[in-house]
């Protein structure tokens, strides 16, 4: 993006944000449309005007400052917007001249917008586009596969916790000898974990999966990856403690109520908010072992001390909760030295002076 695009955008960006935070859906398709009209490019309003504004409601909620439900309605609105971009006489698609492909969320995955935006500046640079949506299981998107003899597969993930279902989808993707290209947060800031599951490509935003695709990828040979590419999950770890979950998440419970006394007064509300920060948590350490990189359980943490930091609520309770969920896992070395490093790293933050 180019500092005159960013220029030419933030009036519209800013018209866009004031419509999505009075929740008026009309004024945020004017607006957006208005851009358009004005002469913004089709690919500027999806992903300067609409996708940086969206980005702004996910900092905005980070920061403590806009609901759930705000959010939710936020987005909502936004991809109202793009529905109304995309049926604009400007927008209207090419013959397809550049080929085909499928534009899927990995299953689990329910934050379809970051795709759809893709999905629609694909089109734009003349592609035929299948656009699956949110949740997509592996089974499903191969049979689409066979149907439909993509060119590639553009799969998005916004949340690691999604990374061995994108895994299994790479897999089936590749052994139906159609080439991956992977994008979204999931993946990490620098597609470390695209490499790391084999991805063929792997883009940072839509301007980049345009110029990949463009280049067009290599079709996967008939043994790309075998199941078993990631050897260490020989140990077993990830398995045991993801199917442990359920466990430990209680035990945790019972354990920081011990170590941290305030849980004792907690209502049921506030418990069972505290039960699935402790469910993400191990969520995380569990997808951290998947691709066997401790920086995704630390970033993760870090991220989350924020939150709670926003929130009003002590980041120190982080802190109890790795050392109590690490006291669970001494058989796990692997497991233990991840909590350790991610304890460590989370105590430096809470307790440095600008914390």
């Known amino acids: 993006m180019t500092d005159t695009s960013v220029s030419r955008s933030a009036p519209w960006s800013d018209r866009l944000w004031s419509s999505v935070l009075d929740g008026d859906e009309r004024a945020a398709v004017d607006s957006v449309l208005d851009a358009l009209d004005a002469g913004l490019e089709p690919q500027s309003v999806l992903l300067d005007v609409i996708a940086a504004t969206q980005r702004r409601v996910g900092e905005e909620w980070a920061a403590d400052r806009l609901t759930v ?22 927008c209207r698609p090419g013959p397809g001249s550049r080929g085909r492909i499928t534009v899927a969320c990995v299953d689990g995955e329910w934050h379809a917008l970051p795709a759809r935006l893709l999905a629609e500046v694909l089109r734009l640079d003349g592609w035929r586009v299948d656009f699956l949506g949110a949740q997509v299981p592996s089974a499903h998107l191969v049979t689409h596969l066979h149907r439909t003899g993509p060119d590639a597969v553009a799969l998005s993930g916004s949340l690691p916790t999604r990374l061995p279902t994108a895994h299994a989808a790479v897999i089936a993707c590749q052994s139906a ?18 490499k790391r599951l084999r991805a063929d490509a792997w883009a940072p935003d839509a301007r980049a999966a345009v110029n990949l695709l463009a280049a067009a990828l290599p079709k996967p040979g008939p043994a790309h990856q075998a199941v078993d590419a990631l050897p260490h999950l020989s140990d077993h770890e990830y398995t045991m403690i993801a199917s442990a979950r359920s466990k430990l998440v209680q035990d945790t419970m019972a354990g920081m109520a011990d170590r941290f006394p305030p849980m004792r007064e907690y209502t049921e509300l506030q418990r069972r908010h505290t039960a699935e920060d402790i469910a993400h948590i191990v969520d995380h350490l569990a997808c951290a072992l998947y691709v066997d990189d401790d920086r995704l ?46 304890r460590e790293s989370v105590a430096r933050t809470v307790s440095s002076p600008s914390s």
């Open 69 to 90: 439900a705000q959010e939710h309605a936020a987005t909502a609105i936004n991809e109202r917007a793009v529905a109304a971009l995309s049926a604009h006489p400007a």
């Open 177 to 194: 000898s159609v080439p991956v290209l992977a994008g979204g947060a999931a993946f990490g800031t620098d597609g470390r974990y695209a």
């Open 297 to 342: 359980f630390t970033d993760f943490l870090a991220w989350t001390a924020g939150i709670l930091t926003s929130r009003r609520v002590p980041a120190h309770s982080l802190v109890l909760a790795l050392e109590t969920i690490g006291l669970q896992l001494h058989d796990f070395p692997r497991a233990c030295g991840f909590v350790r490093t991610a």
